[in-house]
T-cell receptor
Framework: KNQVEQSPQSLIILEGKNCTLQCNYTVSPFSNLRWYKQDTGRGPVSLTI?????NTKSNGRYTATLDADTKQSSLHITASQLSDSASYICVVTDRGSTLGRLYFGRGTQLTVWP | EADIYQTPRYLVIGTGKKITLECSQT?????MYWYQQDPGMELHLIHYSYGVNSTEKGDLSSESTVSRIRTEHFPLTLESARPSHTSQYLC????????????FGPGTRLTVL
């Protein structure tokens, strides 16, 4: 069964600290993996996208890694800011259908305290 | 920021009412999608469209219906709202296949009393 699991479910850190969010997936065949940021009451916004051959992708203070062999990804946030408080969603796309179906994780709720 | 809009942002209605959630995008994207999201849960695809006059049901069974008469417009309708329809509804679009990055609207928070 194709699934996307994220951990931790929630995380509280102090402003300026770093953190790492995890995503494990069983989706096969794999097409790409995205990390989205969803602010409360808003729609998700894409942060990074990685295909099978990419190991690392950065977007400012956000760095995503992908290990396609172990089917794991992480999102590392450096020098956190209050505006980083949001839900971070891991989304994996398969290439086994014409639709290119997306599998969503439940997200990690990150809270950054001053 | 993506040019995709949803109205209303919040809606509280009584059981049995007919409602239409609006979604418009100005990016000229062919593909559009409707997702349902409950708090702390993953997004579930309820409808999608490949282009004008094309609509398909998604993975999650929904009593809602959609239409795609114009490229930029993808409204979702509930003929008779029930409390079980209370949820957040997110509209998205992508340029080609769903493998492309999807751009999401701000969502409509629906509460049915």
């Amino acid at each position: 069964k194709n699934q996307v699991e994220q951990s931790p479910q929630s995380l509280i850190i102090l402003e300026g600290k770093n953190c790492t969010l995890q995503c494990n997936y069983t989706v096969s065949p794999f097409s790409n993996l995205r990390w989205y940021k969803q602010d409360t009451g808003r729609g998700p916004v894409s942060l990074t996208i990685m295909t099978f051959s990419e190991n690392t992708k950065s977007n400012g203070r956000y760095t995503a890694t992908l290990d396609a062999d172990t089917k794991q990804s992480s999102l590392h946030i450096t020098a956190s800011q209050l505006s980083d408080s949001a839900s971070y969603i891991c989304v994996v796309t398969d290439r086994g259908s014409t639709l290119g179906r997306l599998y969503f994780g439940r997200g990690t709720q990150l809270t950054v305290w001053p | 920021e993506a040019d995709i809009y949803q109205t209303p942002r919040y809606l509280v209605i009584g059981t049995g009412k007919k409602i239409t959630l609006e979604c418009s995008q100005t990016m000229g994207h062919d593909k559009m999608y409707w997702y349902q999201q409950d708090p702390g849960m993953e997004l579930h695809l309820i409808h999608y469209s490949y282009g004008v006059n094309s609509t398909e049901k998604g993975d999650l069974s929904s009593e809602s219906t959609v239409s795609r008469i114009r490229t930029e417009h993808f409204p979702l309708t509930l003929e008779s709202a029930r409390p079980s329809h209370t949820s957040q509804y997110l509209c998205a679009s992508s340029e080609y296949a769903s493998e492309d990055t999807q751009y999401f609207g701000p969502g409509t928070r629906l509460t049915v009393l």
